[in-house]
C-alpha cells in the first residue's frame, strides 16, 4: 500500500498508543470527516513499536476490516500522516511545539495515568508541552480515549503533577501553571470492539483486496465516540462519523463502562472458568449470561438519566457481544482486573450497598475474579505481586485481601466480604 506520492494530510493531531483501538476509532473517526484531508494524526507508539515499523513502509494507510454477523467490508483509513516509534521524544517535541498541532488524543490503558515517571507516556507528553509552551505554541486539546471514569480529570491530575515535578526540578518553573491555563482536558467515553489481528485477516485482506497491508485492523461495524471539553485550536468535524458532543459526559460513560466494560469482565474470568475462549462462547452459556444480566439489573439501577435507554442499550450490547465472527479473546480482556473492576464493577456495588441492598450481581464480578486469579497460570496485573502475595493466605481472610486489591472500602465492609466469599467458585457450578 502507498500514497502514490499523494501528499499525506497535514499533522495537526498527535496520538500516544498508536494500537489496533486507535486505528479503529480515532483514526477512522478522523478519516470520515469532510475536513479529513487537513486533519493528520502523528501517532506515536506505546508499548509496541512494531506497531510503527508496520505502518511507516505503507505511508500510514491500513485497511479497516468492518465484520458484521454478514461478512467483512474493507476500507483504507488515510488519516495516519506519520507512525512513530514513541522512544521518538524529538519528533513528539517538535510536532508538540507547532502551533498547527490542535488536538492531542490518548489511548495509553488505563494503568498509565498512574505512571508519573519522565519516561512513560504521560511524562513524554508533559516534555512535549514543556516544548510547545517555550515554543510559544499556542493552547491545546488533550483527549484521553481510555476507559478510565471521568478520564479528564484523570489526564488533567497526572497530567499537571508530572508538571509540577519537573518544575520543582527546574530553576525556571511555571510549567504547572500554563498547563492548566493552556490546555484544555476533554473527557469522552469510547466504544468499538476491536478483537487483535491475526494472519488469516492478512491473508483474506491481500486476497479480498488484491494487495497487502502488512497490518489490517479488524473491528464490529459499531463505533460510538461521545465528548465533553473545549477544543481551543480547532478540532476535525468528527460529528461527521457520528461523535457526539454532549455538556455531562458522565451519564454516557457510566452506562458504557458498567454496561459494555462491566459485562465484559464478568464474561472474561466467569468465561475462563468454565473453558470459554471468547466473549461469544462465553454469552451462550447460561450461567456466564446470567451473572451479566444479574449485573446489568443493578447497574441499570443508577443510569436513569433521560435519554440512555438502557434497554434499548443492553439488547444492542447482546447483538454486538454475540457477533459470531468476532473471535474476542476473553483472555485479553481478563488482564488488568484489579484496576478494572475498580472502574466497571465497584461504583455499582457501592450504590447498591448505600440504597440499602446487597450488591450481588456486582459481588459475583469480584468473585468470578478472585477464582480465577486463584488457579490463573498467568495474571497480566499492575498488581501482580499484592495478588501474589494475598493468594498466600486462605479461607475469608484471602477473600479479603483480594477485595482490598480492588476497594479498600469494600474490604472493610463485613457484609460484603461474606458474600463474596460465598460467592467465589460459583462459575464452577
Ligand atoms: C474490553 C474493552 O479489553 C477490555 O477490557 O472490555 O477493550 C472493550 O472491548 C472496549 O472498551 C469496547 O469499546
Known amino acids: 500500500m502507498s500514497r502514490h506520492g499523494e501528499p499525506a494530510p497535514p499533522v495537526r493531531i498527535v496520538h500516544l498508543g498508536l494500537g489496533a483501538f486507535h486505528r479503529s476509532h480515532q483514526a477512522w473517526f478522523t478519516a470520515r470527516a469532510h475536513d479529513a484531508s487537513e486533519w493528520g494524526i502523528a501517532s506515536f507508539t506505546g508499548r509496541r513499536p512494531d506497531a510503527a515499523l508496520a505502518l511507516a513502509p505503507q505511508d500510514g494507510l491500513f485497511t479497516l476490516v468492518e465484520r458484521s454477523a454478514e461478512g467483512d467490508s474493507f476500507e483504507v483509513v488515510g488519516s495516519i500522516a506519520e507512525a512513530v516509534d514513541g522512544a521518538d521524544t524529538a519528533r513528539l517535541e517538535e510536532l508538540l511545539a507547532a502551533p498547527a498541532t490542535a488536538v492531542v488524543t490518548l489511548t495509553v490503558t488505563e494503568k498509565v495515568y498512574d505512571d508519573g515517571s519522565p519516561d512513560a507516556p504521560l511524562g513524554r507528553l508533559v516534555r512535549g508541552l514543556a516544548a510547545r509552551r517555550a515554543a510559544g505554541g499556542g493552547p491545546i486539546a488533550v483527549v484521553s480515549c481510555d476507559n478510565l471514569a471521568d478520564n479528564r480529570t484523570a489526564a488533567r491530575g497526572a497530567v499537571v503533577r508530572i508538571a509540577e515535578d519537573l518544575d520543582a526540578e527546574s530553576d525556571e518553573g511555571g510549567l504547572a501553571g500554563w498547563v492548566r491555563e493552556n490546555v484544555s482536558f476533554v473527557g469522552t467515553s469510547v466504544d468499538r470492539i476491536t478483537p487483535r489481528t ?104 443508577h443510569l436513569t438519566q433521560p435519554g440512555l435507554d438502557v434497554p434499548a442499550y443492553r439488547a444492542a450490547l447482546l447483538e454486538r457481544f454475540a457477533n459470531p465472527r468476532i473471535a474476542h479473546y476473553l483472555a485479553q480482556i481478563a488482564q488488568d482486573g484489579s484496576l478494572k473492576l475498580r472502574l466497571r464493577c465497584v461504583p455499582v456495588l457501592q450504590a447498591e450497598r448505600a440504597a440499602g441492598r446487597s450488591g450481588l450481581g456486582a459481588a459475583r464480578m469480584i468473585a468470578a475474579w478472585i477464582d480465577w486469579v486463584s488457579e490463573a497460570e498467568q495474571i497480566s496485573d499492575p498488581l501482580v505481586g499484592a495478588i501474589q502475595e494475598a493468594l498466600g493466605r486462605s479461607g475469608r481472610e484471602r477473600t479479603e485481601a483480594l477485595i482490598r486489591l480492588v476497594d479498600a472500602d469494600l474490604a472493610a465492609d463485613a457484609a460484603v466480604v461474606d458474600l463474596i466469599h460465598g460467592l467465589v467458585g460459583f462459575a464452577r457450578l
Open 198 to 301: 491475526t494472519p488469516e485477516d492478512v491473508a483474506e485482506v491481500a486476497e479480498r483486496c488484491g494487495y497487502r497491508d502488512a497490518s489490517p485492523v479488524v473491528a464490529e461495524p459499531f463505533a460510538s465516540w461521545i465528548l465533553s471539553g473545549d477544543f481551543p485550536a480547532g478540532r476535525p468535524a468528527w460529528q461527521d462519523a457520528g461523535a457526539q458532543f454532549v455538556a455531562d459526559l458522565e451519564p454516557f460513560e457510566n452506562r458504557k463502562l458498567w454496561l459494555l466494560n462491566g459485562a465484559h469482565t464478568m464474561l472474561a474470568y466467569s468465561g475462563r472458568l468454565r473453558d470459554h475462549e471468547t466473549v461469544a462462547d462465553a454469552l451462550e452459556d447460561p450461567v456466564c449470561r446470567r451473572a451479566v444480566a444479574e449485573f446489568w439489573d443493578e447497574a441499570a439501577r
